[in-house]
């Protein structure tokens, strides 16, 4: 679990340092900075993970349009850090610290300044990564060699991390990162069954996910079913089928109707609902290790947010009762009513000013407490009045 965050020259974040906890719930308005601090988590994840084997900070850097509109743009500052901290999810007295650190060039010319990881248990601390004369060697917790990476200062060392190294561990966690904006029109194309093992961040392979759920899963697949069932009664199921042609289309059985309903007929809010209920319900093999979600309110009416939550807050339970490990969960949302199922301890209060994005935990007001311990407001109506955001 990342417990700390710090991003320096990020897009809007300026000089940020948010301390996260399972679960965090950033609000704040429009252009505020929400989404950059999810997209900050995005940019590593693709700079470790690249597609087809490019380098990895370049691909990340390209994908948002090149290093300087990544920089933030107050001033004339050229070097984005970020750093952060985390804590092993199934030995918590392990610790992690990673920074990277990125100057930028001429035109969109980039090079890796630093980059460190750091393995902490209890006062020990140990350097994972030695960069020297533009060699990176990778250490052992032992202080034995684990191997080199030549380096040509535009690579993260994590992109190529071999399993004998002490710092792999961390770069299987931060591979199960997961980032979703869900799109329910392109939800309603049929997808290919190969691409079923993991829903897609705009959930535009759902039919091949939820065949998936269906045949790997069904004790999944059945909550689910069940879940729809209870809130849209005349639902009576929702099927996954595969076709000759390597498709699959998802099918609803509604009472009254002889033939079933398929997916291009479904709406947005029922789409965008069974795919989150399918991320609650995921078996723990395939749920990510951090899940960033955008805006889960879109699409959905404001009472299907306190079941939603309810069941999150239920299975995340039944995850503790049996000694598992949670996924940790950030999510953006502009909507009192998601808002109000959750705590005070869990929002981060996300603003900008001069261009610059700012954050903190209302929980640190003590008066913002005993407004909502004596229930004089919801964190709905603070959010609406603005006290959450009142310095």
């Known amino acids: 679990m990342i417990t700390r965050l710090q991003v320096r020259n990020f897009k809007s974040l300026r000089n940020i340092d948010l301390t996260l906890r399972p679960l965090n719930v950033l609000v704040g ?48 500052d050229k070097l984005i850090a970020i750093s952060l901290e ?43 990564i030695h960069i020297q004369q533009g060699h ?50 392109e939800m309603k194309e049929r997808s290919s069954v190969s691409l079923g093992e993991g829903l897609s961040s705009n959930g535009d392979n759902l039919s091949s996910w939820l065949l998936w759920l269906q045949s790997h899963s069904p004790e999944a697949f059945f909550r689910l079913n069940e879940v729809l069932h209870d809130l849209f009664p005349e639902i009576v199921q929702i099927r996954a089928i595969p076709s000759q042609d390597g498709k ?17 007929a479904f709406s947005d809010g029922f789409l965008a609902l069974t795919a989150l209920l399918s991320l609650i319900y995921a078996p723990p093999g395939l749920n990510g290790t951090l899940l960033c979600i955008e805006e889960p309110e879109n699409h959905l009416h404001p009472r299907l947010l306190e079941t939603l939550v309810g069941l999150l807050r239920q299975v995340r339970q039944e995850v503790v009762d049996s000694n598992g490990a949670l996924s940790q969960i950030l999510i953006t949302t502009q ?3 998601l808002v ?39 964190l709905g109506d603070l959010m609406f009045t603005g006290a959450l955001g009142e310095e």
Not at 36 to 62: C, K, M, R, T, W
Not at 101 to 112: K, M, R, W
Not at 248 to 264: N, S, Y
């Open 340 to 378: 109000n199922q959750f705590s005070l301890d869990e929002i981060v209060w996300v603003e900008r000013k001069d261009g610059e994005t700012t954050v903190y935990r209302p929980a640190d007001k003590i008066y913002l407490k005993k407004l909502i311990e004596d229930k004089d407001l919801g």
């Open 86 to 128: 985390g804590v092993d999810d199934i030995d918590p007295g392990t610790r992690y610290r990673y920074s990277l650190e990125l100057i930028a060039g001429a035109g969109d010319f980039v090079t890796v300044q630093n980059e460190s990881l750091k393995f902490l248990q209890g006062e020990t601390e140990t350097d994972l």
């Open 136 to 185: 990176t060697q990778l250490k052992n917790v032992d202080g034995k060699d684990a191997g080199a990476i030549g380096s040509n200062g535009i690579s993260s060392a994590l992109q190529y991390a071999p399993p004998n190294w002490d710092g792999y561990k961390f770069t299987q966690w931060a591979k199960r990162w997961r980032f979703y904006h869900l799109f329910p029109p």
């Open 335 to 337: 909507s009192p009513y």
């Open 248 to 264: 699959v289309h998802l099918t609803a059985t509604e009472k009254g109707l002889k033939r079933p309903t398929f997916v291009w």
């Open 29 to 76: 308005a429009n252009m505020s900075g929400k989404s950059n601090i999810l997209d900050v988590l995005g940019f590593l994840h693709q700079a470790f993970f690249p597609e087809g084997g490019a380098n990895g900070v370049s691909y990340a850097l390209a994908q948002r349009g090149g290093v300087n509109e990544v920089l933030w743009k107050g001033s004339d």
